[in-house]
Structure formats: C-alpha cells, structure tokens
C-alpha cells in the first residue's frame, strides 16, 4: 500500500519562474493539503483540496495555487518565485478527519 | 485562530532514558485534536501519538505517552528508554474538529538528540 508520494524530490528555479510540484495521496485518502516547511521551523498550511475544490486557505499569496484531479492527486503551482519561496513543500493525505499522512517533501531552492 | 509553542529549540538525552518535550497551545475551540510529529533527517513528517480533547485518560503508543492538560492547555510528550532511532526534530500540532477544513498548526519544533 503506497504512502504519500511527492515529485519531484528537488528543484532548483531562479527568481520569477514559476513551478509545480505534484503530489499523490495513499490509497483511499480523498483530502490533500499543502504545507511550506522554512528551514528551522514548523510547516505552515498553505491549503487544502476535497472534492477537486479548494476547501481552506491559509496565510498565503494568490502566486500559490493548486489543483485536485478526480483521481485525489493534487498539484501546488507557485508563480513568480522570490528568494523566500525557498523551503520543503509538504503534501499530507487524509480522509475524513482522521490523521494527515505526510510524504517526503519536495525540496525547492530559489537562486 | 490557533498557537502552538514548544520553548525547547534542542534537547538531548542518554540512550536509555526518559525525556519530556513540552508543548502548550491557545484555542477558544473545545473540540479538537492533539499530535505529536517526528520529523527526522529523511524529511518524512511521522505520527508519533495522537490525543482527542474530549478524552481525558493520556493517549500511549509503546515508549511515548501524552500527559494532557486541558484546563492549561499543556500537551507534553514523555519518550522512555529512548534509542538513537529517536532523534528527529518534534513538532507539537493542533487540529480543529469542527467545521469542514482539518489544517495542522504546528509549533516550531524541539531538536531531540540521543546520545549513544
């Protein structure tokens, strides 16, 4: 039974691209959320997806949108990258209301 | 909106013993979840032990325990006969359970090492 897989494992981009990371759930999960992780501190919740709908919004940009497909898997787009933008990006799964399983990460550094 | 603090950065304890990470959080909220999160080097975010707020017995999982304070608003994570597979960076983390949305809010993490 698959965990939470995240892609890619790293990026590099350079200030004003934009990029997408991809994210899918565990099997039988239906709720993906997303959070930045800065290193040395604790993530933070970007958003969540249920339903192919955007359900929670945390302190965050509209530069960071994201996507949920029929199939549950999610994808985070960031526009316009700034040099902040650099951190671990955090996919969890869930289902209903029960506790949110993490992947790896993607890790993306902005030079 | 939620807090979480954990005001120990690092800690580190001798193999084989018993270490306390401490956590306290602010909510209005009476219904909620309570988490403990290993992260270690590899990067995956691990459930360590998970409390709910309308249970009052301490939740137990193994080698970690919960002591629980509701009223304080204080949720500390007791690891026994700790082993060098425990190192990680802790995050403490809330979870409301009403409404629609079930965002983490984590605090900002305590550095556990054990030393061998």
């Known amino acids: 039974d698959a965990g939470v897989t995240q892609s890619p494992t790293h990026l590099i981009k350079t200030r004003g691209q934009q990029v997408t990371l991809r994210c899918s759930p565990k099997?039988?999960?239906?709720?993906v959320s997303w959070y930045q992780q800065a290193l040395g501190q604790g993530p933070q919740f970007i958003f969540q997806y249920y339903e192919e709908e955007e359900r929670q919004r945390g302190n965050f940009p509209d530069r960071f949108s994201g996507h949920q497909y029929p199939n549950y898997s999610s994808e985070l787009n960031v526009n316009a990258l700034l040099l902040g933008d650099s951190a671990l990006y955090l996919c969890?799964?869930?289902?209903?209301?029960?506790?949110?399983?993490f992947g790896d990460g993607t890790r993306l550094s902005i030079l | 909106a939620q807090t979480v603090t954990q005001s120990q950065p690092e800690m580190s304890v001798q193999e084989a013993e018993t270490v306390t990470l401490s956590c306290t959080y602010d909510?209005?909220?009476?219904?909620?979840?309570l988490f403990w999160y290993k992260q270690p080097p590899s990067r995956q975010m691990i459930l360590v032990i998970r409390?709910?707020?309308?249970?009052?017995q301490n939740a137990t999982e193994n080698r970690f325990s919960v002591n629980f304070q509701k009223a304080a608003k204080s949720f500390s994570l007791k690891i026994s006969d700790s082993q060098l597979g425990d190192t990680a960076m802790y995050f403490c983390?809330?979870?409301?359970?009403?409404?629609?949305?079930?965002?983490?809010?984590f605090g900002s993490g305590t550095q556990l090492t054990v030393l061998p």
């Open positions: 983390a809330f979870m409301n359970r009403s409404g629609s949305a079930r965002q983490l809010t």
């Open positions: 969890a799964s869930s289902l209903a209301g029960q506790p949110q399983h």
């Open positions: 909510t209005s909220e009476n219904n909620y979840y």
């Open positions: 099997s039988g999960h239906d709720t």
């Open positions: 409390q709910e707020a309308y249970k009052q």
